[in-house]
């Protein structure tokens, strides 16, 4: 099973809303991503977990708040989002979280912040 | 710095070979070729990668130049299915798997 789920698909939030996205594997994977796509551009790296432990973090607004409470999941907390935080979020697992991994996405959570 | 270089868009007949090239010129030693690719409004999917040596597996085969500074993605026999953006990226051995995603190919597939 190489299958990375992600709910909800769609979401429609207010400025002043708090919502989660959550992502879900269990490929046994230790490595797990969050991507942002703004439309007709290209995913960009947000966060990567590794052994549920935050590695990377691109200098994302802290009014993304990530989380990985197991290894097998993991969620993006959002909260006083603006207009232009719109768009296709990812997620995406790998073994480990090294290079040379393949990475498997998910197919993404659409966001519409008012 | 975008590392790789790929054309905007290409078409492709049905049935035919679609040859989808990439340049990454300033490539280093320990540095991967990778490809994904991302039908609309789906997740990016993983279709394949080298380091020096040619590879090939059920979806593509991937041709490195010698000098490594340039790739071509062949897809054998392009089907309507395979329309999507053809992401070509470099990434390197000894750091995080950080997938850095440049602006892709646009590749129609026509009837």
């Known amino acids: 099973d190489t299958e990375v789920t992600q709910t909800p698909k769609h979401l429609v939030m207010g400025m002043t809303n708090k919502k989660s996205l959550k992502c879900e594997q269990h490929m046994g994977h230790r490595a797990m991503y969050w991507y942002k796509q703004k439309a007709k551009k290209p995913p960009e790296l947000m966060f990567v977990y590794s052994y549920e432990k935050l590695s990377i973090n691109e200098s994302v607004p802290s009014r993304f708040s990530p989380e990985c409470p197991n290894s097998s999941l993991l969620n993006l907390h959002l909260h006083a989002l603006q207009p232009e935080d719109s768009a296709l979020y990812l997620c995406?697992?790998?073994?480990?979280?090294?290079?040379?991994?393949?990475?498997?996405f998910g197919p993404g959570t659409r966001l519409l912040v008012l | 710095d975008a590392k790789t270089t790929q054309p905007p868009s290409m078409d492709c007949a049905e049935g035919r070979a679609a040859n989808l090239p990439c340049n990454h010129s300033?490539?280093?030693?320990?540095?991967?070729v990778y490809w994904y690719r991302q039908i609309h409004s789906q997740g990016p999917q993983y279709i394949i990668h080298g380091l020096k040596n040619n590879e090939t597996n059920e979806m593509a085969s991937l041709i490195i130049t010698e000098d490594r500074k340039s790739s071509t993605l062949i897809l054998p026999h392009a089907t309507l299915r395979d329309t999507a953006v053809y992401y070509c990226i470099v990434m390197t051995t000894d750091s995080w798997g950080k997938l850095q995603f440049g602006a892709g190919t646009q590749v129609v597939v026509t009837p």
């Open positions: 300033t490539i280093s030693g320990n540095e991967y």
């Open positions: 995406a697992s790998s073994i480990s979280g090294g290079a040379g991994e393949t990475q498997y």
